[in-house]
């Protein structure tokens, strides 16, 4: 019979640092700015954000307040998947 080894243990998020963020922003036609991010665990390389259906930071007057936005919900779901890391 084959031998079944263990799966390796993951080890799970426990700060910020765990994370590769990237933020920007982006302009649509009607001058309106919006954040773009994007959200990946560095512990397992999962895709946190984004996500099908997931709000997307804006519109905003300037491409800083997009950022701004972007960066904030960066914090919201980083701090989330640290309390509760989905699987």
Same mark, same amino acid.
């Given at each position: 019979?084959?031998? *079944?080894? #263990? *799966?390796?243990?993951?080890?799970? #998020?426990?700060?910020?640092?765990?994370?590769?963020?990237?933020?920007?922003?982006?302009?649509?036609?009607?001058?309106?700015?919006?954040?773009?991010?994007?959200?990946?665990? *560095?512990?397992?390389?999962?895709?946190?954000?984004?996500?099908?259906?997931?709000?997307?930071?804006?519109?905003?007057?300037?491409? /800083?307040?997009?950022?701004?936005?972007?960066?904030?919900? /960066?914090?919201?779901?980083?701090?989330?998947?640290? /309390?509760?890391?989905?699987?």
């Amino acid at each position: 019979m084959p031998e *079944k080894r #263990p *799966k390796p243990a993951i080890r799970r #998020p426990t700060t910020a640092q765990d994370y590769e963020v990237f933020c920007g922003e982006q302009i649509d036609g009607a001058g309106r700015y919006y954040g773009l991010l994007r959200i990946r665990r *560095k512990t397992d390389g999962r895709l946190i954000y984004p996500f099908d259906g997931c709000p997307r930071p804006g519109p905003c007057a300037t491409g /800083a307040q997009a950022r701004q936005e972007a960066l904030a919900l /960066a914090d919201e779901l980083i701090r989330a998947d640290i /309390a509760m890391p989905e699987g």
